[in-house]
């Protein structure tokens, strides 16, 4: 670790700090349906919308059908998309003349874009079409990360709300994120992409001849348009398989900063937007503070992890300064490597700018780690306040048993039903993740897919499940995914950690919704104050991590004594 | 669910034409006119031929020149139709072998130990254009004798090729390793 790489993170880190209030503002005027500098612009368009879709716009639904309008919502994205890629020879911008895409692999990575976990078992420069790529894909990038910010000021309503029956409507809600928040932040990040260096044309590729006289197909696409939403919703699906490693969607020191700065502020901004929906701004400022220690440890942990590299190939005679390399970009280097790496899994971005799967056993492990704990750091777009709201109701349950009084969060009680359901959606990421993993460390055609035998194997599945069921998308990429059994089992493990964890919380958000908001008196227990920021860190690190920690002893952590005592395999 | 399929078939597709058709090409459009050389790929062309992309990796074997990092894509390493990383953890004994082979290579060629790492392990994208200084500077003496030049003229060479910390702080150090022996070219003539 060196100064100048803790003035790189601290630097970038502050800018987002900067950017939170601004656009947490922005954000909570655009869901209260309050005009904003951009209404004048956008307002028809949105009417236009309704009224081609026939939506009630004034009609709200109930926290059920909120519920169903976006499983028909999502169901309607999978089936569009499928069919692109099934198509997509028949379609047009296809300038390399791929085929069409095999069921298995359509199937796994339309449920990826539409649960916004983006997790990629194809290599896209190879197997994709541009017209896939943006009109299929990059499309999912924005509804699904639209999605999770309606479900999120669904739960943010049932707060604000005393005694209702309805918790919004969610057509307005995705159409309003999606044309006022994702769209034009998408535009700007875009265009400064461009002239960052990342490439935007609807051309194929390029062949080259290199100063040593070689061919060099370079492959070419609307590169920049993809990278901006694929950062701002969450997304993290690249598009070249290298991901934000590629030189052409990170091609400098800016770029990257871009890439992270776009990724954090949205999610981060959202948990103000929540603090100021809810009347009481430093709620949100204490929840920010929690996920800031939480975060800023795990940048810390894995940056001194890599730093101090692998004694392996030191051994080899190898100049241990530079830490470990393997999976890399010089551009890059420690600092700028594993601030992605925390940023993008403490979100659920999983897009990456150096290889999880090289990481010395600790460095691998605080990714993993960060997705077990919910996806809370601060979260996906959406999906991250839903987590924390989910975390922060259980501790004001906790903190209720300890002093035996009626917990309450912001002004409603929290009873056994919000507790059942609470614990429901916890519950299902373990089951998930734990009861794959295990399968398929016992299947032999599973395990022949490992890249790294050896404890690392275990890590590389473990990854696998967790990533895919986190909804997040990185990968140890050792493993080779792309087959049937992983194609499947990924694909549920999607859907079942998006869908079966939003369910119950939509109905804590209607059983919250429909309770009266009562005054704070002298008997609650203040949630606005570094005591509850303390307790919920406490809760989200027992009840994220402990369900896991026996599988990461068998896996990273083995690995690492592995590696210190020398040993391969 | 059934009267919801209505709107979410409409509006997924009224999104799609939004976001998946008119701004990728508008983004094009904004691209042609305001950053053309930089849309299409930084391309890099010498009398009239593309050589390669600024931002690219390309891989170079020869003596002659200054030797870019071990790249994982394959069929040929710096291959763009194929990019990532080697993903071999830690531990892998391949990973082991393969980092020994490559010291072996440069002790060969006259080069002592400690190496800077990355002149021994593979990037993230498998296409990384960029080595380190150091890696830059400890292959100077191969690449003058080769060339017949002297070690000092290639030397600073070397030093203009490196792109420093932006404001001093952000990013890492890096020389370009297609520019470098573009230069190595151009001093010969």
Redesign the interface.
Known sequence: MTLIGWVQIGFLLALVLAAIKPLGLYMAQVFSGKKTFLTPVLKPLEIGIYRLSGIDRDREQGWLGYTLAMLAFSVAGFVVLYAIMRLQAYLPVNPQGFANVPSDLAFNTASSFVTNTNWQNYSGEAVMSNFTQMAGLAVQNFLSAATGMALAIAVTRAFVRSKAETVGNFWVDTTRATLYVLLPLSIIVAIAFIFLGLPQTMDGSVTATTLEGAKQVITLGPVASQEAIKQLGTNGGGFYNANAAHPFENPNAIANYLNIFAMLSISAAMVYMFGQMTGNRKQGWVLISAIAVLLVAGIGITYWAETAGNPILTSLGLDPSMGNMEGKEVRFGQAMSTLYTAVTTGLSDGGVNSMIGSYTGLGGLVPMFLIHLGEVLPGGVGSGLYGLVVFAVLSVFVAGLMVGRTPEFLGKKIESREMKFAMLAVLILPLVILGFSAVSAMLPAAVAAIGTPGPHGLSEILYAYTSAAGNNGSAMAGLSGNTVWYNTTLGISMLIGRFGYVVPVMAIAGSLAAKQKIPSSKGTFPTDTPLFAGLLIGIILILGGLQFFPSLALGPIVEHFAMMAGQTF | ?LK?????????????L????A??????G??KV??PA??????IARDG?????A????????DR?FWP?PSATSP?P???????????????????DR??GD?DKL?KTGIA??????A?????????????P?NALMQVGRVAQARGLDVGKVDDLVNSHVEK??FG????P?VNV?SL??AL?ALKS
């Open positions: 669910m919801h399929l209505r709107p979410a078939f409409s509006l997924v597709i009224l999104m799609t939004i976001t998946g058709v701004y990728p090409f508008a983004m094009t904004v691209a305001a950053a930089k849309a299409d790929g930084s391309l031929q593309i050589v390669g992309s931002l690219i990796g390309q891989n170079f074997t020869s020149y990092r040929n710096y291959d763009p139709t194929g990019s990532g990383g080697s993903n071999l953890g830690p531990t892998s004994a391949k990973l082991k980092v020994a010291v002790k130990t400690p190496i800077p790492a990355d021994v392990t593979a990037s993230g994208s498998g296409l990384d254009p960029d080595i380190t150091q910390r932006l702080f952000i990013g890492e890096h297609l022996n573009m070219d």
